[in-house]
């Protein structure tokens, strides 16, 4: 027998691949005998699916006598067919879903029957619509229970939640509201379920004999859990939209959704029967083109009577409003202007002491966050070299004698709406510093340059000598002429 269903599990394969080199297929050929048993029962019609399992749920519910014989067999199916009772019975026990004791004369559930028996029961208790994830939770609580959590069974897990969010988001994304209404109502009976598994992928990740695959299963479970329980607040808000776009009919108290919700419980035939006598058929003239036709009507019927009570006049004249009154134009600068007068302050104090810098962190926080970090961004206009030919604050503040650095290392504020800024100081400018020797006047430099190019005049003033016939240069002269030269170039320079 066990030949027969490895040659025609051969059949569905290609002719390169052979069975046992299939993964996947490892644990189907080794659970073999219970699978054979979920065959023998689901085998068939359905008529005769639900009579071996009626036969072998009643035949397991008694336990405090497990075995039968086959007169109490007969008795208590004594509403059945004895001719199909018998085909069930022998059915059940060719396929060892019964065990049949010769020494007894007794018939007893086989352990197989047991495990098949279980599965079902437990589907049983899940038989309402939206308890699939209810099941699903309650076999990983069973393994975590007795030290046996299948990957398999997380991934199920995380397959549903991760298909119940996309459900979720497809009834918000529709904005309809009965489709967001359903979608609340599946979340509020699988509410209880994410809980119970929320408790359980806790267990599991703080197990820490099980593998990393495992662990980052339940990770994902998590992240999905936290998920769903945040989607509570998305329908409230989604709902809430909906009833502010909600169309109410006159003072009847009824709205869109009623009318909605009243349309959806009837049949097709009695929307049908909603529609008598409402529709009527015109003659439609072959010779008239619809789409003109309906763009003139619409024009005769709606926009000339639109236009015509209209006002189109123009509106009478009126003067200029006054710009220097305007509240806005007397407090544009206003927090500039204040910021410009402290920093002028500070200028003051740093020029006359360079001990104790003014700290950032004192000086910019001030009201709120928008104004700190409106001060703190003025301060980039410090020693801007473009302000020589502007006026203004901007300008003021440019020219001020200041200069601030700021650190890399953060500061706690915790006022003015500032939790954190950048450590930095406000002082006076160090030039030896920032150039390497101090600013020079341009008449010190223009005195420098005078000086370079004094004995150029006075080689020009000197009287010239008669040149020789021969014009060769004594060794003297050619030192001096190139000193002369050397100090041209530098006064030029």
């Given amino acids: 027998m066990d030949a027969a269903p490895e040659n025609s599990l051969q059949d569905y394969l290609r002719a390169d691949i052979v069975a046992a080199d299939l993964p996947d297929l490892q644990p189907l050929l080794g659970a073999r005998d219970l699978l054979r048993a979920f065959s023998t029962l689901f085998h068939g019609g359905e008529e005769s699916v639900m009579v071996r399992l009626l036969v072998l749920r009643a035949i397991g519910e008694r336990g405090q006598a497990p075995d039968w014989t086959p007169q109490e067999l007969r008795e208590h199916f004594g509403y059945l067919d004895p001719v199909k009772f018998d085909t069930v019975i022998g059915r059940l026990r060719e396929n060892d879903l019964?065990?049949?004791?010769?020494?007894?004369?007794?018939?007893?559930?086989?352990?197989?029957?047991?495990?098949?028996?279980?599965?079902?029961?437990?589907?049983?208790?899940?038989?309402?619509?939206?308890?699939?994830?209810a099941y699903v939770t309650a076999q990983i609580a069973a393994g975590q229970a007795v030290g046996r959590v299948r990957p398999d069974d997380l991934q199920h897990l995380l397959s549903r939640l991760n298909e119940l969010r996309e459900d979720f988001d497809q009834a918000v994304l529709s904005g309809s509201e009965h489709r967001i209404l359903r979608a609340a109502g599946t979340l509020q009976q699988a509410w209880r379920w994410i809980e119970k598994g929320t408790q359980i992928v806790e267990e599991i990740s703080s197990d820490l004999e099980l593998d990393s695959h495992t662990h980052r299963v339940a990770q994902q479970i998590g992240r999905?859990?936290?998920?769903?329980?945040?989607?509570?607040?998305?329908f409230q808000r989604a709902l809430s939209q909906l009833d502010r776009h909600r169309v109410h009919l006159g003072a009847s108290g009824l709205s869109s959704s009623d009318v909605n919700r009243y349309l959806r419980g009837l049949d097709a035939k009695a929307l049908a029967a909603l529609a008598d006598d409402v529709l009527a058929r015109s003659a439609i003239p072959a010779f008239m083109l619809s789409p003109i036709a309906l763009d003139v009507a619409e024009y005769e019927l709606v926009e000339r009577e639109r236009e015509a009570h209209e006002d189109q006049s123009l509106p009478p004249a009126q003067a200029a409003p006054d710009t220097e009154a305007s509240p806005a134009a007397a407090t544009d600068f206003q927090f500039a202007e204040n910021w410009l007068d402290q920093l002028t302050a500070l200028a003051d104090v740093a020029a006359a002491s360079t001990d104790t810098p003014a700290q950032l962190s004192e000086v910019v926080p001030r009201d709120s966050f928008a104004l700190s970090a409106y001060r703190l961004s003025l301060l980039g206009l410090i020693g801007d070299p473009g302000a020589e030919n502007r006026n203004g604050v901007s300008a003021s503040m440019a020219r001020l004698?200041?200069?601030?650095?700021?650190?890399?290392?953060?500061?706690?504020?915790?006022?003015?709406?500032?939790?954190?800024?950048?450590?930095?100081?406000?002082?006076?400018?160090?030039?030896?510093?920032?150039?390497?020797?101090?600013?020079?006047?341009?008449?010190?430099?223009?005195?420098?340059?005078?000086?370079?190019?004094?004995?150029?005049?006075?080689?020009?003033?000197?009287?010239?000598?008669?040149?020789?016939?021969?014009?060769?240069?004594?060794?003297?002269?050619?030192?001096?002429?190139?000193?002369?030269?050397?100090?041209?170039?530098?006064?030029?320079?």
């Fill in 224 to 234: 999905a859990q936290s998920a769903m329980l945040r989607q509570a607040s998305v």
């Fill in 401 to 493: 004698p200041l200069a601030w650095r700021v650190d890399t290392e953060f500061e706690t504020i915790d006022r003015a709406g500032v939790a954190y800024m950048s450590r930095g100081r406000l002082e006076a400018p160090d030039y030896t510093t920032l150039h390497g020797k101090p600013p020079r006047r341009r008449a010190e430099a223009r005195d420098d340059v005078e000086d370079a190019t004094a004995p150029d005049a006075e080689t020009a003033a000197a009287p010239k000598r008669k040149p020789k016939k021969k014009s060769a240069a004594t060794p003297a002269a050619a030192p001096a002429g190139k000193r002369v030269k050397a100090t041209k170039d530098t006064a030029d320079t």
């Fill in 98 to 133: 019964l065990l049949w004791d010769a020494q007894t004369q007794r018939y007893r559930i086989s352990p197989v029957g047991r495990q098949a028996l279980s599965a079902i029961g437990l589907l049983l208790q899940f038989n309402r619509e939206g308890d699939e994830l």
